[in-house]
């Protein structure tokens, strides 16, 4: 489990083949903080450590996260967000994030005002019940709260603070990113399912 709140915009290092799948190698200040089989949240993504040495961490991404994340676009030279997973101990500044992601969104369009930034992120249609104005999201594993919510594209603002530590301010019109919705939100949207369906009999 994570909170959304970025601990490091990290390098990747190195990205190599390896049928079905892709090993992703990213440098880290706290590798020695760090052991193999560690969850990381790596732009939205929940990933393992798979082997760690000299400040590098590396991730093995499988077709099927290739195929629906953004992390299929991840080149050497590039740059990710990681957060490493939850302790019971800490605060939840954020919002509870699973690190699942739900699809990947893009960017429709881009508004700089001064140092801060509005961004609309189109998404598929059939997510829309579980995002909601004012309700959280997570895009590339940055919690943020939903401005405008519409049913296919949904708004943020971004303070200069987030674009600065975060992938986000890199972000132009077109670039992929991974969403999260809410988790409650989706077991509400759940419930109200098979509710409706009771009802039916």
């Known amino acids: 489990m994570f909170t959304g709140l970025v601990e490091l915009k990290a390098s990747v290092v190195d990205v190599r083949e390896e049928?079905?799948?892709r090993r992703i190698s990213i440098a880290?200040?706290?590798?020695?903080?760090?052991?193999?089989g560690d969850s990381i949240c790596v732009c939205g993504c929940c990933l393992t450590v798979a082997a760690l040495a000299d400040g590098v961490l590396e991730f093995e991404a499988g077709p099927e996260t290739l195929a629906r994340t953004s992390l299929g676009y991840v080149v050497p030279g590039g740059f990710v967000n990681l957060e490493r997973s939850v302790r019971l101990s800490d605060?939840?500044?954020?919002?509870?994030?699973?690190?699942?992601?739900?699809?990947t969104a893009s960017v429709a369009a881009r508004r700089d005002f001064g140092t801060w930034s509005e961004m609309w992120f189109r998404f598929p249609t059939e997510f829309a019940g579980q995002i909601a104005a004012k309700g959280s999201v997570t895009l590339?594993?940055?919690?943020?709260t939903v401005v405008?919510?519409?049913?296919?594209?949904?708004s943020v603002q971004l303070i200069p603070?987030?674009?600065?530590?975060?992938?986000?301010?890199d972000l132009k019109v077109g670039n992929v990113v991974n969403l999260e919705t809410d988790l409650?939100?989706?077991y509400v949207q759940r419930r109200l399912a098979f509710?409706?369906?009771s009802t039916e009999r």
Not at 140 to 144: A, E, F, I, P, Y
């Open 19 to 21: 049928p079905p799948g």
């Open 28 to 36: 880290v200040p706290w590798a020695d903080e760090t052991a193999v």
């Open 91 to 103: 605060r939840l500044g954020g919002h509870l994030v699973t690190g699942h992601v739900d699809c």
């Open 140 to 144: 590339d594993g940055v919690s943020l």
């Open 148 to 154: 405008a919510a519409e049913a296919d594209r949904l």
């Open 161 to 169: 603070h987030t674009l600065a530590v975060t992938t986000l301010g």
């Open 184 to 186: 409650i939100a989706k």
């Open 195 to 197: 509710a409706d369906k």
